[in-house]
């Protein structure tokens, strides 16, 4: 389930957005390159010039009011669209507004009718995710300046679209485990049937760091894509870049990226490829894959197509899964 509204009203996203619009106001964001926004990015977060979120609620209502997306935000998403159409990966919805389901003010007075917050708002004070039951600390989710961030956007979507025993599986960064942890209590609390799918970040020069601290410049989606495309064809691009990522890296790996190690990916699809036999339908392939909620875990199924050496894989399940 995706919706722009949601990453769009966090707080570093409206920040970024004030300092691009303060500091950079006679730029053209729909024709600056994406990696050159990125790196705008970065110098934001080095600059420490980040206004408080309470002067900046003028964002928030028009994202949340109309669905606005700030013209560079606007540009990335059309560059990152580009990609994911490169390498077959469905679109969820990237430029198709859809409006949070409830106004913050309902989804925290649910939540207290349930006591899973304490709200002391009305003491000028914030809004805490309660997880103390299962002994986990509290979780500021509004503050002060009346910001909700962005564990409560997911709950604004997800509440009204809750029903006993409704299946739902979280995909985050590892880095939020801590968070997603205690969102899948509290939706395992309203009945939900909650599973969990954390990704690791891919180490760069040996280091994990997110993207605001730069370090990336040789290894943008752009780069990445020139350098296979111009070694291989359409479908082994999109069959290598899993190959490498998902069979090769694993979910939590440890091994920093390697453009060696990408180019045999793409030799070994390629091969695959050409040696691939139309038998069987895919769900014959992803059974001895499902999870115990009934969605296929990714990573065993391609680190089982890769480690396949006696027998063709299947160009069914390719086509289906894979390309």
């Known amino acids: 389930m995706w919706g722009p509204r949601t990453p769009n009203l966090t707080g570093q996203t409206i920040q970024f957005w004030d300092y691009l619009d303060r500091r950079h106001a006679g730029l053209d964001f729909g024709a600056v390159h994406p990696d050159d926004l990125g790196r705008l990015y970065v110098r934001f977060h080095a600059s420490g010039d980040a206004r408080p979120l309470d002067a900046l609620r003028h964002y928030a209502a028009r994202v949340d009011g109309e ?7 606007r540009r990335m998403t059309l560059h990152w669209k580009r990609h994911l159409d490169l390498l077959g990966v ?15 003010g309902e989804t925290v007075e649910r939540l207290a009718r349930l006591r899973l917050c304490v709200d002391h708002r ?18 500021k989710v509004v503050g002060t300046d009346g910001h909700a961030n962005y564990l409560l956007v997911i709950l604004r979507d997800l509440l009204p679209r809750l029903t006993p025993r409704r299946r739902v599986l979280f995909v985050y960064d590892d880095d939020l485990a801590h968070d997603y942890a205690l969102l899948a209590r509290v939706v395992g609390a309203l009945g939900a049937r909650v599973e969990r799918l ?6 760069l020069g040996g280091l994990v760091r997110t993207s605001r601290h730069g370090g990336w410049d040789e290894v943008t989606i752009d780069r990445l894509a020139r350098l296979c495309r111009a070694e291989a064809g359409p479908d082994a691009y999109r069959l290598g870049m899993r190959l490498y990522f998902i069979a090769m890296l694993k979910r939590t790996s440890g091994e920093t990226f390697r453009p060696d190690l990408l180019r045999r990916a793409l030799g070994r699809a390629e091969r695959m490829l050409g040696e691939a036999r139309g038998d069987g339908p ?25 480690a396949r050496r006696s027998r063709p894989v299947s160009r069914t399940l390719l086509d289906a899964v894979f390309l």
Do not use: N
């Not at 469905?90 to 913050?104: E, N, S």
């Not at 954390?198 to 180490?203: H, T, W, Y």
């Open 198 to 203: 954390p990704l690791g970040r891919v180490p």
């Open 122 to 139: 009305r003491h000028g004070g914030p809004v805490y995710l309660d997880g103390t039951r299962w002994g986990m600390p509290l979780r």
């Open 90 to 104: 469905h679109d969820p919805g990237l430029l198709r507004d859809r409006p949070v389901a409830l106004p913050v």
């Open 282 to 306: 895919p769900e014959a392939s992803a059974a001895g894959c499902l999870r115990p909620s009934g969605w296929v875990d990714p990573y065993r199924l391609t680190d089982g197509l890769f």
């Open 67 to 73: 669905g606005w997306v700030h013209p560079a935000t």
